[in-house]
């Protein structure tokens, strides 16, 4: 049972324009949710997150906004660029002094020059 | 930004050998590191909960004595995948938590790339 789920497996977007990634989630335990950005065979790398108590965190072009009583979550990037190009995943974690994280199965953005 | 290293990056073995895959955190100390598999186009499965000093916790569905991982400092842990199998063949990454971090941010490796023969 997923509990994080990533309904697009890929996304193509032109450059300049707005890439939105979504994100559900099932458990209502999950208070912490982050965006990692990874390219094929490397680690991936954090982007940005956002705790439950809101609804919006930025950081320059990432935004990531929650919607808690749909248990969903959006990654906004705007201007999209080239290099923005990999797959997203989404990950969430639960409860104080608890640090695993959950991941989507991720999502392909390409970026069209 | 913290760094973790992975080594090796790739490895290949014959069925029936050991392997080990190293995770080191380079600029700072972390109590709890995190191992992760990931099948192509899947999600990152964890897979244990490495904690120093103590025995890991392993998510249901792995195998204990199969995938033995050792966290014997504040900046190294092991994963021991032993008996390897051909469905073993997987890409392994690892995280770490920075001890004197307020977030849930967990710092990724490279990820090591395992292949069984």
């Known amino acids: 049972d997923q509990q994080v789920k990533q309904n697009s497996p890929s996304l193509s977007v032109q450059e300049g324009r707005i890439s939105i990634l979504n994100c559900d989630y099932t458990n209502s335990m999950f208070d912490y949710f982050l965006w990692y950005k990874k390219y094929p065979a490397e680690g991936p790398t954090f982007l940005i997150s956002i705790s439950s108590i809101k609804d919006k965190n930025e950081d320059g072009r990432f935004t990531v906004f929650l919607n808690k009583s749909a248990k969903h979550l959006s990654l906004h990037i705007v201007p999209s660029q080239p290099g923005d190009s990999a797959v997203y995943f989404c990950?969430?974690?639960?409860?104080?002094?608890?640090?695993?994280?959950?991941f989507g199965k991720g999502t392909k953005l390409s970026v069209i020059p | 930004g913290a760094v973790v290293s992975q080594h090796p990056s790739r490895v290949i073995c014959k069925s029936g050998t050991s392997v080990k895959i190293e995770c080191r955190s380079l600029d700072f100390q972390a109590t709890t590191m995190f191992w992760y598999r990931q099948f192509p186009k899947q999600s990152l499965m964890l897979m244990a909960t490495?904690?120093?000093?103590?025995?890991?916790?392993?998510e249901q569905g792995v195998e204990k004595d199969k995938f033995l991982i050792n966290h014997a400092s504040l900046t190294l842990s092991t994963l021991t995948v032993t008996s390897a199998h051909p469905e073993d063949s997987s890409f392994y990454i690892c995280?770490?938590?920075?001890?004197?971090?307020?977030?849930?941010?967990?710092?990724f490796g490279p990820g090591t790339r395992l292949t069984v023969t």
């Open positions: 490495s904690n120093e000093g103590s025995k890991a916790t392993y």
């Open positions: 990950a969430a974690s639960s409860g104080a002094g608890s640090y695993q994280l959950t």
């Open positions: 995280s770490a938590r920075d001890l004197a971090g307020a977030s849930d941010e967990q710092y």
